[in-house]
């Protein structure tokens, strides 16, 4: 019987009628099943559910979180519909169907097209439920003891102490808001509110104003309740009248669902009585090496809970289309055991080759990749087929290999990777619009949270400037590698300063390397102190290309160390531009005097100055003045360093702080007399000539100037021109690479503010000399490095020849601009900052197209006014454009003048010539009362094309100054003629059009439809300035009036013009110019405000793109995607490109749309992943999705090795059932493979295992018997991770960047009531800290102790704690946290904690010797000790700590003998405390451990930690074990534990381990055995005895992991744990090292954390001890035999002779336990037998300091 006609009918996703499949089972061939039953080769199914660990959250307050956080205006606008519409609408919903209709009928006249898909994907994902929970437990937390949850019912509120029900009519009428007021006064403490609560906006109060003065009430009520809707509407109109500020909260209390049903509609309550099944996790089947048989022997036998469980999960899940768990719900009784038939023959033959006994060989694995693409290119659904071969590979493998792959295929990769191979050096990669993501922090929700963000930017963009929704995905995707970012790996500070940086290549003073320049020759501008190619100091170097490329013996390129090559040549050039006016650039000087002194091939040149010679005044020098002239006297005479020590010298004797040199008589006096005797001492001791001598003497007394004192004073004279004329002369110093601004006084001055240092004054700089050269060195150095790399690049990509000077080509006229404005710089970098930057006393302000609603619709309805632009706008490369406000009088005509030259400058080849500008004109006289000019500007734009308005305007602004005054002159007659005059000469068009459309206008009177009203950004009538899509410049006369800020440009028409080709290189290479052209080309000539707007847009995202873990940073981003779009460019065969579709006809608004490009091997671990997540997103976005398979070849092996399925909700377009019924669903396994399960989660989530009937580590289907056809098992989310980075702010700001991460500081995380439910410790690494919790509001504080006394947080009291919510399944993820030293010269934590434990122990140890007495108080006296914990250190060996860890339930076996035969040999006067790894137990034996306790006497607590990101990942379930045992081991445990010893779960405890506890082992942080000697036929396995190991280890010993004491203090003052880390690490990327990863590890780190070695009684081991010290063994370990591979269990039995009464008195036990527990409990966990809940914790399962108790 052929199946897939089946799957076609059906298609894939979709349940047909009971009909269909009634039919389709008549015609199934059931013998075929029976046949496969006999054989015993039926292969089963498996269903893998996730539980939220909280009760069950409600449609309705989901989807309120949804709309929320898609736009939190329309939470009201919801709220009240629903409360309108829909409240008891409905009786009864079982499945949330119907409820999921009225929502949507409420929701989408509110919500777009693309959010109503977004609301439905996470209502099925449940990806709200956090929040919801949230504010559950923010009520269990703020209502008062007095009144207890279950005595409220459904709606009660809030104020200070008070809680007033509201059930009741009566008391909703009653409410008294005086005593409501009173309440909230009175409290000793405010409401707890958070950030994120729905606080009802009035216009008395600001919705963030959480102060004591503003009354806060909160309604805690669910949404579809009776008592909401009238409690809402009286509350929030009271609150509007007296001001208060009014919270609601969507809470749905168990009491409100139990006791009060009668308030609830229908839909207000679905979802609550269900447990949260959550979506986006994956299961991972490997098929395990069974060579040591390494399973438990003890005989399956299923509860009737357990076979109802799996019975449940035979129904679950999609075979060929069918969805069968549907068709089971729809069958009776007689029909049901039919379909389970028939979907069992479905299985059978979805299922290619059963097994995996198979064996391919090489040829047949080596071109596998290839043929997985081209099945999955010819695919009718290429996502699905690349989901099912991933999915079940190991089934698929042989089938595979049999397929054919077309030549045109294989053509096609190979010459794709041999072309792009080296510069894609791995797959995955993924881009969504332009963005590159991690793929390792790629899941379903973090997926859709971002899908939907870049949905709403694309539509956004859409709507604003008129681009299709497609469009505005492509310039998003383009503009993204254009626009700055910050990058990690490139230090980048800031959005601000990453922009300058991007700009600076384009943006080039080119004239100070340029001998063309009208002002003076060149060297007369510049005095250059070095010259490389002449100097005899650099002849050692060579001025060959080679140079410049320094490689090794190898022939690898290596940098030196240098700042730039040693290349002869002048080529990296550094100028330094100082005022002599000030102190700062005379410190400057001393950094270049540095770089001298050095030798580095780097020219460098100074331009000394002062701005009083600029104005040629013949007044007597200032004190500037003369020092400028002798600086250059002196350093030609005597050198630049003679020179600059004068300069040092007189400024070091200045006492106080001044704003200028100048004008200060006494002080002229003083240094004129300073500098007299500095020069005579010169000359006496010849150093300086006669003549130089007396030209130094007649600058100082200011004398005419002859000779050499002339040359100076021209000198200075140029120079100071020069610096005006490019714009540095307003700054204290101004430093530039090749023509590129690399520093200047401002960015020091920023620096050291944040020191509050004040830097101006001259003491305080000098005596921070060497801290500012650092700073300012820090500036310049990575901009030339840029600068080389920049050169290499022209030689490396054949732009230029080898023998060819790189300097001609980096300063070519497309890079430079004639003048650069730092202000005008600076103000359009603080536009990428997220807020508006304050630039209060600024020429230039911050304006922001996107948010300003008004001015918007203005610009976009005024039109494009008179427009101009470039006529070589073809061969553009950017794309730029503003709006010039042309307003009356002189200012007036220098706006719109300017714009005219800045135009027609595009003509000729100068700066910035290949960006295309245009600029629209736009007349703004004074309503009615228009200028001739004016009404010109108006009647243009219908009566002339672009050409001639600019051709027009260039001739107009060279008229004479008298006829443009008049022509700008309000009903000026004479200004009229003039105009018309002109007009009259002119030439190309018809004047007499044109001038009809003037007389018309001014007819109308310039109407109001022709004027432009830009009030809304500050502009008033009659005033004028450019509008660029951030700054608004604003352009006034000296005696303005129109502006109220005071603040106008007042610039020349050519300076004003040079701005203007800056923000052109800003606005193409930094705002998106480059994106924009491609997407707005030059042909369909956009509107001016259209494109700025968009800029604006782009600009806006790029300052307020999240800091998401999605997506990866770094510089080589940009490269990547460049060439993965070559790749997608040039693919056919090997890609394919799939439609999403997006552009909907008949709305007003965009859907949005997104582009994703994904490059992927088809056979990896990620393909696994993204093709059922990609299946399920394709439902929900539009746009495009473009797939290039990148396939590997080669393998030794199968490239997957397991069975692999994701969690994802089933899409249907009509109906949703809620909640979803989320599963990973297995449906056809081999049932005789043994598999090890594996669940693959976010980096946020920490789970484990509740529910499972078969061993989880060694899967073997076939236990389930031959009547049941499949298993389910159940994980829940144990907690969320709470982790970031945590800097030492006074160590950076010191610059002591050894110290910049507290290592040592302890952190905790609780409530009010409870501080320090966890803990933990900040590494070295990254600063790197980790803590668990679940959704909720907490506080983040300092553990009392050392971390408390020496740290607190900035800007806070010590003992000030910080707070963190927890609202969603990302937790928190790279919470960067600060703190500050209580005092600057204290901040080694760990030294603190040393002192203190060593005291402690001290104590603890006399206190030992006194006789009845009890020390256990001593343990809160000590800094660092409080907390649950203290007990375990507050006497020396009063409690032995084991930790071991167990997978799988042979491994459990074994764990709980260990634990026996620990308990029969440890003294009874101690107490025992076992301490698991949680991450890997078993449901069966977490379900027995509180009674095992209880029986044996132990305390016990389960530990976890979630793996780090930026630790190197392992695979290998066994291999993340074994790191478990030795990575973590500083911040797992409690910070208070001082002890623990590591047992293996397979060995035998023969004497009392208190005796190892309490070893003194000589300082070191743990303590091994040593591996035995004998028997010497094992020889051949003790690798460590040649090779690398006898060479790494130098005679130390090899030490055996399976037993090891861990002094945990001493551990952690020493770092131990950063420096295992940092070795993992490094050795870890090589898949070769660390073979036995918990013993090679501290082995191999033993130079850096030593190891004690143990005597060898103290673990015995037969492999490697042979038999005879068996007799005196402390400890026996099971070790594995490598020689004769014997089964564990008989080992055991051999081994040791109390083995099987211990492993008997064990399973007694847990027969006694299953008997003992009902059916519908053996299988469920119980992980407390000490501590309450709390309310950081599951309702289920409480949270303690490590773990479960």
Not at 176 to 205: C, M, Y
Not at 679 to 701: C, M, N, P, Y
Not at 793 to 805: R, V, W
Not at 1277 to 1298: H, N, P
């Amino acid at each position: 019987m052929a199946a897939a006609p089946w799957s076609s009918f059906l298609g894939r996703g979709r349940a047909f009628g009971l009909g269909v499949a009634l039919l389709l089972i008549a015609a199934a061939d059931l013998v075929e099943v029976s046949r496969a039953q006999e054989s015993g080769d039926v292969s089963k199914g498996l269903a893998v559910t996730l539980k939220a660990p909280w009760e069950g959250t409600t449609l309705l307050h989901e989807a309120v979180e949804i709309i929320v956080e898609d736009d939190e205006t329309l939470l009201w606008p919801f709220v009240d519909a629903w409360n309108a519409d829909v409240v008891d609408k409905l009786v009864n919903d079982d499945h949330g169907g119907n409820c999921f209709h009225l929502l949507r009928d409420v929701a989408s006249p509110i919500l777009s097209e693309t959010a109503m898909k977004f609301l439905k994907a996470d209502l099925l994902t449940r990806d709200q439920s956090p929040k919801v929970d949230m504010f559950r437990k923010l009520v269990e937390q703020s209502v008062p003891v007095g009144s207890p949850l279950h005595d409220l019912g459904c709606c009660f509120l809030q104020s200070g102490n008070e809680v007033i029900p509201l059930d009741n009519p009566e008391n909703q009428e009653s409410l008294d808001p005086r005593a409501i007021e009173s309440a909230h006064s009175s409290a000793v403490q405010p409401l707890l509110t958070i950030e994120e609560d729905h606080v009802v906006v009035s216009a008395k109060t600001d919705p963030k104003d959480g102060s004591k003065s503003v009354p806060t009430v909160i309604l805690n009520a669910p949404l579809g309740s009776s008592c909401f809707s009238q409690a809402h509407s009286s509350i929030k109109a009271i609150a509007e009248q007296r001001g208060w500020r009014y919270i609601w909260r969507p809470v749905l209390t168990q009491n409100c669902l139990s006791k009060s049903s009668q308030q609830l509609g229908a839909c207000a309550s679905v979802g609550a009585d269900k447990s949260v099944d959550v979506a986006g996790f994956g299961v991972e089947l490997a098929i395990k090496n069974m060579e040591y048989k390494a399973l438990d022997d003890t005989k399956v036998q299923l509860s009737a809970a357990e076979r109802d469980s799996e019975a449940q999960a035979a129904s679950i899940g999609e075979v060929r289309g069918f969805l069968f768990d549907q068709l089971l719900i729809r069958a009776n009784e007689t029909t049901r055991s039919e379909l389970i038939k028939f979907k069992d023959v479905l299985r059978q033959k979805d299922t290619e080759t059963q097994g995996t006994d198979f064996k391919l060989r090489a040829w047949q694995l080596d071109s596998m990749g290839l043929q997985a693409t081209q099945r999955i290119c010819d695919a009718r659904n290429p996502i699905a087929a690349m989901q099912d071969i991933t999915g079940s590979f190991p089934a698929l493998a042989a089938s595979l290999s049999k397929m054919s792959v077309s030549s045109a295929l294989k053509n096609e990769v190979n010459d794709l990777q041999n072309t792009y191979g080296r510069s894609i050096t791995s797959a995955p990669e993924l881009f969504i619009n332009g963005l590159r993501m991690n793929v390792q922090n790629v899941h379903l929700h973090s997926m859709l949270r971002f899908l939907k963000t870049e949905m709403k930017n694309t539509a956004m963009l859409s709507d604003l400037s008129g681009l299709s929704a497609n469009e505005a995905a492509v310039a998003i995707d383009k503009a993204r590698l254009d626009l700055p970012h910050i990058s990690a790996d490139a230090g980048t500070t800031s959005l601000s300063e990453a922009a300058r940086e991007q700009w600076q290549p384009a943006t080039r003073l080119c004239s100070i390397l340029s001998s063309t320049s009208d002002i003076h020759a060149l060297m007369e501008k510049v005095g250059w102190i070095n010259n490389i190619e002449e100097d005899k100091a650099y002849q050692s170097m060579r001025g060959d290309i080679n140079s410049l490329f320094p490689m090794n013996y190898f022939g690898m390129m290596v940098e030196t160390g240098n700042l730039v090559p040693k290349y002869r040549k002048n080529l990296f050039n550094a100028v330094i531009f100082v005022n002599a006016e000030r102190p700062m650039g005379v410190a400057a000087l001393t950094a270049l005097e540095r770089i001298l002194e050095t030798g580095e091939a780097l020219r460098m040149g100074v331009v000394l100055f002062s701005t009083k010679d600029v104005s040629g005044s013949d007044a007597p020098l200032t004190l500037s003045q003369k020092l400028v002239r002798c600086y250059y006297i002196l350093k030609n005479s005597a050198g630049f360093s003679k020179a600059t020590k004068m300069l040092v010298t007189v400024w070091k004797g200045v006492k106080e702080e001044l704003s200028s040199f100048d004008g200060d008589d006494a002080l002229l006096n003083q240094v004129d007399s300073q500098l007299m005797v500095h020069f005579t001492k010169l000359h006496e001791k010849g150093k300086i000539k006669d003549s130089a001598f007396k030209a130094l003497e007649q600058t100082v007394q200011g004398t005419d100037a002859k000779g050499k004192a002339q040359v100076a004073a021209n000198h200075a004279t140029n120079a100071a021109t020069f610096a005006e004329k490019i714009g540095l002369s307003e700054s204290d110093f101004s430093v530039t690479v090749n023509g590129m601004l690399a520093a200047d006084a401002n960015d020091l001055r920023r620096t050291f503010l944040l020191e509050e240092l004040r830097i101006d004054h001259p003491h305080t700089l000098f005596e921070n000399l060497e801290i500012f050269q650092q700073i300012l060195l820090g500036h310049i150095v990575p901009v030339l490095k840029k600068e080389v790399q920049r050169a290499r690049e022209l030689y490396q990509s054949q732009m230029i020849a080898s023998t060819a000077f790189a300097l001609p080509t980096l300063l070519h006229d497309d890079n430079c601009v004639p003048r650069y404005n730092t202000e005008l710089a600076h103000a359009l970098g603080e536009a990428f900052l997220p807020s508006s930057p304050d630039l209060s006393g600024s020429t230039f302000e911050p304006i922001d197209l996107v948010t300003n609603k008004e001015a918007q619709r203005e610009l976009l309805a005024r039109g494009e006014g008179m427009r101009l632009d470039a006529e070589n706008a073809i061969d553009a490369v950017a794309s730029s454009g503003y709006l010039a406000i042309v307003g009356e009088g002189d200012s007036g005509w220098t706006t719109l003048c300017a714009s005219a030259q800045h135009i027609s400058s595009k003509g000729s080849k100068t700066g910035s010539s290949r960006i295309h500008s245009s600029a629209s004109i736009l007349p703004n006289p004074a309503q009615d009362d228009p200028s001739p000019l004016h009404l010109l500007l108006a009647a243009a734009p219908s009566h002339l094309s672009e050409t001639q308005s600019l051709s027009i305007l260039t001739q107009i602004c060279e008229a004479p100054k008298e006829a443009r005054s008049l022509m700008i002159t309000k009903n000026s007659p004479e200004g009229e003629k003039a105009l018309w005059a002109l007009i009259a000469e002119m030439k190309g068009f018809d004047s007499k059009e044109l001038r009809g459309g003037y007389d018309a206008v001014k007819a109308a009177r310039f109407s109001k439809s022709q004027g432009i009203d830009l009030s809304s950004i500050g502009l008033k009538s009659r005033a004028s300035a450019i509008v660029s899509s951030s700054i608004l410049i604003r352009v006034g006369d000296s005696e303005d009036d129109r502006h109220p800020s005071g603040n106008y440009y007042r610039g020349r028409d050519d300076l004003l013009r040079d701005d203007l080709l800056l923000i052109d290189a800003v606005f193409a290479y930094a705002q998106a110019g480059t994106a924009l052209l491609d997407v707005f080309p030059g042909s369909a000539r956009p509107n001016v405000t259209s494109l700025m707007i968009a800029s604006s847009f782009l600009v806006k995202l790029a300052s307020q793109q999240s800091q998401s873990s999605l997506i990866l940073e770094g510089k080589t981003s940009k490269d990547v995607s460049d060439q993965v779009k070559k790749v997608a460019s040039k693919c056919d065969r090997s890609c394919v490109s799939l439609d999403l579709g997006g552009e909907v006809s008949n709305q007003q608004k965009s859907t949005g749309a997104v582009n994703l490009v994904l490059l992927i091997d088809p056979l990896s671990n990620f393909a696994q992943k993204i093709s059922p997540m990609l299946d399920f997103l394709q439902n929900i976005i539009h746009g495009n999705l473009t797939i290039m398979f990148w396939p590997k070849f080669g393998f030794d092996d199968l490239p997957i090795k397991t069975y692999y399925k994701y969690a994802t909700p089933r899409w249907d377009d009509d109906e949703m059932l809620f909640p979803s019924e989320n599963a990973a669903v297995f449906t056809s396994l081999p049932s005789t493979t043994t598999l090890s399960t594996q669940i693959d989660t976010p980096g946020s989530w920490l789970v484990g295992a509740t529910i499972a009937s078969l061993d989880l580590d060694n899967l073997r289907l076939e236990d389930l018997g031959p009547s049941v056809p499949a298993m389910h098992a159940e994980f829940e989310i144990e907690s969320l991770i709470v982790s970031g980075s945590c800097t030492d702010i006074t160590a950076e700001s010191m610059l002591k960047f050894d110290s910049l991460y507290p290592r040592g500081m302890q952190l905790m995380l609780g409530t009010q009531d409870e501080p320090r439910m966890v803990d933990t410790m900040v590494m070295k690494n990254l600063g790197y800290f980790q803590l668990k919790a679940l959704p909720g509001s907490f506080q983040l504080g300092l553990v009392p102790g050392c971390s408390s006394d020496m740290f607190h947080f900035p800007g806070t009291k010590p003992g000030t704690s910080r707070t963190i919510t927890i609202s969603s399944f990302d937790g928190v993820m790279g919470y960067e946290l600060e703190v500050e030293r209580v005092d600057p010269l204290e901040g080694d934590v760990l030294k603190c904690e040393q002192d203190a434990t060593s005291q402690r122990r001290l104590l603890a140890s006399e206190e030992e010797s006194v006789e009845g007495k009890s020390n256990s108080w001593l343990s809160y006296l000590m800094p660092g000790s409080g907390g649950r914990g203290a007990n375990l250190t507050s006497k020396k060996g009063d409690v032995l700590n084991i930790f071991s860890v167990a997978s799988g339930h042979l491994y459990e076996r074994f764990i709980r003998i260990m634990m026996l035969s620990v308990m029969k040999n440890t003294s009874k006067d101690f107490k025992v405390k076992f301490w698991f790894i949680k991450n890997y137990m078993s449901p069966k034996l977490k379900g027995v451990l509180p009674d095992m306790a209880k029986e044996y006497g132990f305390d016990y607590e389960l530990i976890t930690y979630k793996w780090p990101s930026w630790v190197v990942p392992q695979t290998e379930k066994q291999r993340i074990i074994w790191a478990y045992k030795i990575l973590f081991l500083d911040v797992i445990f409690p910070m208070d534990l001082d002890r623990v010893i590591y047992v293996d779960a397979d060995q035998i405890v023969r004497s009392d381990l208190m005796e190892l506890q309490n070893m003194d082992i000589d300082g070191k942080p743990y303590a091994y055995t040593p591996f035995c000697d004998k028997p010497i036929e094992m020889d051949g396995f003790r690798f460590w005895k040649e090779g690398f190991w006898k060479n790494h280890l130098r005679g130390r010993n090899y030490h055996i992991s399976a037993l090891y004491l861990v002094d945990l203090q001493q551990f952690r003052m020493m770092g131990a744990g950063d420096e295992l880390r940092i070795i993992y690490n490094g050795l870890a990327r090589d898949p070769n090292s660390l073979a036995n990863l918990d013993q090679d590890l501290p082995n191999y780190a033993q130079d850096v954390v030593p190891i004690f070695s143990l005597p060898a009684e103290w673990l015995y081991c037969e492999t490697w001890c042979g038999t005879a010290p068996k007799s005196k063994a402390k400890t026996i370990d099971l070790c594995n035999n490598p020689m004769t591979k014997e089964p564990k269990l008989e080992g055991a039995k051999r081994i040791v002779p109390e083995w099987t009464a211990l492993d008997e008195e064990q399973q007694a036990f847990m027969d006694r336990m299953e008997r003992r527990l009902p059916q519908d409990e053996r299988s469920n966990t119980s992980e407390s037998v000490q501590q309450p809940v709390d309310p950081i914790s599951s309702p289920h399962q409480p949270l303690n300091l490590h773990g479960e108790l």
